[in-house]
């Protein structure tokens, strides 16, 4: 099998002066690309890295990041990217985890890198201005290379070796470090994307959520691999964001929830004429959303259900059955997926257990972490979400919510989600979260934390939506507002942050 760079170099032969990237006003053909992902290549010769070695990269969004990731599939390298938001002990576990040959960073970072003698100066590479004697990412790019280190032989590259380690976080909260293969990218950007969606050399697409994030790699990645061109945004902001669309006749794009939900609160002028498809991700929307986005997006709009380890698991194209708004979709095409008890039992049509997963493009396993890999996957070699739902019997997932956020009350099991549902019905509730807080006497009550629009005290409103919409075990007892629930980058909702605060005693 081909690696990402040898699919990419193809469209460098084939058509080398085709728009292959946008980041603001700078444009990059293929050739141009081609020539900056051949100089860091030359630069990481020079230092000496070795197929299989680690490059950490603390960048925000903008060329670099498909530059390094280009060079790294050329040279065999494995890439492990981190927020440059990264700092103290977080920083310092995150790399004691995936220890590194080189890093590419922010100043901001290389100076605490140095300064903590994490890294050798030689093997820094610093973005945007230099920390001390170190190599400048502009200096790499602007430096004269001789032909021969230009066109040094690709080594022979294991698609099957690590080739991404992103982060994610364990019910511990300890950072686990899930190894995805250049295998895994090339069959999430065809298999899953490309080949499902029916997408061509013609797209033009958007990407902007962090690029540290798998979704957002695959958003530049893909389109590179199908000679597409690739729009990235410095952060997403609903006007930047329209106006790419408009600007760039943008065709395709993954968007989190939150930023379509975004979408439906603004007054904004809005030119998507040249949106063909559009996929929401990272969270379930509500049914009214998915109506109310039907009738703004002229174009197909699907939404998925998946997770970093395995990728997309379903598919729900909400434009076409309109009947299943509540589903997340159907298993795609490569994918098996069951719902099981917690003895591992698989259950029938409607019955709420742990969704599991068999897949084409799953990870590699949690990176020095045998035990973690092991028991994330059951007898059968699918792998456990530690997501709950359940399949109706045309075969659609219903995804209900996390595992291990369920509520347990007087020995009942409360779906924090269908609480969430009612109260994001009141058009003034922005978002929210249920939760359990911990109860002598029922083990847990239920407490909700909302966000809203406007000063308005809306609290007796909410209870009597609750009143006539929930049950008696699903009342909530207290309600608290915030200004703001904690987010991360991508506009997601960080649940546990706001149970750990505002969890009663």
């Known amino acids: 099998m081909s690696n990402i760079y040898q699919i990419f170099a193809q469209h460098v032969q084939s058509q080398p002066d085709k728009a292959a990237l946008v980041f603001g006003q700078q444009t990059l053909s293929y050739q141009a690309l081609n020539l900056k992902v051949l100089k860091l290549c030359a630069h990481f010769n020079r230092l000496g890295l070795q197929s299989g070695q680690r490059v950490a990269l603390f960048a925000p969004n903008g060329l670099e990041y498909p530059v390094v990731m280009l060079a790294a599939a050329r040279l065999g390298l494995a890439i492990v990217p981190l927020p440059i938001s990264l700092k103290g002990d977080a920083l310092s576990v995150a790399l004691k985890k995936t220890p590194v040959a080189a890093v590419i960073a922010w100043p901001s970072i290389g100076r605490t890198l ?7 100066p030689n093997n820094l590479i610093s973005l945007a201005q230099p920390v001390a004697d170190e190599p400048c990412w502009q200096d790499i790019m602007a430096g004269a290379f001789e032909a021969q280190e230009m066109e040094t032989p690709e ?4 698609v099957t070796a690590p080739y991404i380690l992103t982060m994610t976080s364990g019910s511990t909260g300890q950072p686990k470090p899930i190894v995805l293969s250049q295998q895994c990218k090339i069959s999430r950007a065809f298999d899953a994307t490309i080949n499902y969606y029916g997408l061509t050399r013609d797209e033009v697409v958007l990407v902007a959520t962090p690029l540290y994030h798998s979704l957002a790699q695959r958003g530049v990645l893909m389109p590179l691999m199908l000679g597409a061109t690739s729009v990235i945004l410095a952060k997403f902001s609903l006007p930047k964001w329209l106006e790419a669309i408009a600007t760039h006749k943008v065709s395709f794009l993954f968007a989190v929830s939150a930023q379509l939900e975004s979408l439906l609160s603004s007054d904004e002028e809005m030119e998507l004429s040249s949106l063909r498809c559009v996929v929401s991700s990272s969270a379930v929307l509500a049914a009214e959303s998915k109506q109310a986005l039907l009738n703004k997006l002229p174009c197909r709009f699907h939404e998925c259900y998946g997770a970093s380890e395995v990728g997309v698991v379903s598919d729900f194209c909400v434009s076409e059955r309109q009947d299943k708004n509540g589903a997340v979709g159907v298993a795609l095409p490569f994918v098996q997926m069951k719902i099981v008890d917690p003895t591992g039992q698989a259950l029938g049509t409607g019955e709420v257990g742990e969704i599991a997963c068999q897949t084409l493009t799953g990870f590699s396993g949690y990176l020095k972490m045998p035990q973690q890999t092991q028991d994330a ?9 530690g997501d709950l739902g359940y ?3 045309d075969g659609f997932l219903y995804y209900v919510g996390r595992k291990k956020e369920v509520i347990s009350s007087g020995g009942i099991n409360i779906f924090p989600q269908d609480i969430e549902a009612v109260f ?5 509730v922005i978002d929210c979260v249920a939760f359990g807080c911990a109860d002598r006497q029922l083990g847990e009550y239920i407490k909700v934390v909302y966000e809203q629009q406007g000063e308005l005290d809306i609290s007796r409103e909410l209870r009597l939506l609750c009143l006539s919409e929930l049950t008696d075990y699903q009342q909530p007892r207290t309600l608290e507002r915030l200004s703001a629930l904690p987010r991360n980058p991508m506009g997601k909702v960080l649940r546990n942050d706001v149970k750990t605060h505002h969890s009663e005693v």
């Open 155 to 158: 080594p022979i590259v294991d």
């Open 391 to 393: 399949l109706d019997e």
């Open 377 to 385: 996957f059951d007898s059968q070699g699918f792998f456990l979400t």
């Open 424 to 428: 994001k019905k009141h058009p003034q």
């Open 114 to 120: 140095l300064a903590d003698a994490v890294i050798d």
